[in-house]
């Protein structure tokens, strides 16, 4: 349920940023300024808080080479279905000269193309992850472990921030880093079953303050808030979860969170088609345009969810295509 929750959270906050690019103005902008301010993109770090709480348990339960014989399918069967005829649309409008960096995401820091930043943090994320969980796997000192690295990492950030100029273009991927590594460390406590203490209260709960202190501020760092954002999305992540122990949802917003990446990726690329063909050019009204993108999304999800039905059934039936007859249990 969070998963959708997440992805329908993203789909806003693009919408509520383009609202205000384009000036768009009323009710629609008043909304949007106030969204920016409080939620940002704020599903943005569920999704990568949830992602490394559930690589631990995965990995602890499955190995790690199905884990990243699983992760990788996850992540590129909807990459190259989705994203991979987005770009081949995109250079045939801009030109073909950087075809290659923007398909393998390359140009994510040489170009700074952060249309699909989120697919290559996530891979690159997988390939430390051995790393992370040296760091993790004894239990011995966890509470200092893990704010011993958001010191660190925060310090790293804004250092770098102010004395490093491509970091301010790549900071959205750099700094996720944060919100991931807490999300591993707590799936150790999730994995073992830990039961809530009180000093835990303290992560969920500090981040609130860190935003209004932000906001009431005028600090302008880029690095700086995105640690805030990081621990105010714990802050709301843990007010939510209690709020969904007492309501139910929708059966829609937990199909969102079953077809997330899938959302994720072909929201993206709808929303920069429509807008380079349809919003720009035709000046039609803005909202509508993303009416029409959301829609086109949802449809896109139902089809590739279909499709994955079909195929791991084609995939049962072919097993059974040569079982002989007393050998039942045998495949070949």
């Not at 930043?117 to 690159?124: E, G, Q, R």
């Not at 790293?156 to 273009?169: E, G, N």
């Not at 077809?259 to 000046?283: D, N």
């Not at 993303?290 to 499709?307: D, E, G």
Request: net charge neutral.
């Amino acid at each position: 349920m969070i998963y959708g929750i997440a992805a329908l959270s993203i789909v806003l906050f693009h919408f509520t940023k383009d609202v205000v690019s384009y000036h768009i103005g009323g009710a629609w902008e008043q909304f949007a300024d106030w969204y920016l301010v409080w939620n940002d993109a704020m599903g943005v770090e569920w999704f990568l808080f949830l992602s490394g709480m559930g690589l631990f348990v995965s990995m602890e339960k499955n190995g790690a080479v199905k884990f990243e014989q699983h992760r990788l399918k996850r992540i590129l069967i909807p990459y190259c279905l989705l994203a991979i005829p987005y770009w081949i649309f995109h250079h045939l409008i801009d030109g073909p000269a950087h075809w290659l960096a923007d398909t393998t995401l390359v140009s994510v820091f040489t170009d700074h193309q952060l249309q699909f930043w989120y697919v290559l943090f996530i891979l690159t994320m997988y390939a430390f992850y051995p790393l992370i969980i040296l760091l993790i796997r004894n239990r011995k000192h966890l509470y200092l472990k893990l704010w011993s690295a958001a010191g660190i990492l925060s310090a790293v950030f804004i250092w770098l921030s102010l004395h490093w100029a491509p970091f301010d273009r790549t900071d959205v991927f750099y700094c996720r880093v944060l919100i991931f590594v807490i999300g591993c460390i707590c799936g150790v406590w999730i994995y073992d079953g830990k039961p809530w203490q009180k000093k835990d209260t303290f992560l969920f709960t500090a981040g609130i303050a860190l935003k209004i202190w932000f906001v009431s501020s005028g600090v302008e760092n880029d690095a700086l808030e995105r640690i805030v954002a990081c621990f105010y999305s714990l802050s709301v992540l843990g007010a939510l979860v209690l709020v969904l122990e007492k309501i139910s949802l929708p059966a829609f917003v937990s199909w969102c969170g079953a077809v997330s990446l899938e959302m994720y990726i072909a929201h993206i690329s709808y929303r920069s088609v429509f807008k380079e063909t349809i919003y720009q050019p035709f000046h039609f009204s803005y909202p509508t345009v993303y009416l029409l993108v959301f829609l086109c999304t949802l449809l896109t999800c139902f089809v590739v969810q279909k499709l994955y039905t079909n195929v791991r059934k084609i995939k049962e039936i072919q097993s059974t295509w040569f079982v002989f007859p007393g050998f039942e249990s045998q495949k070949f």
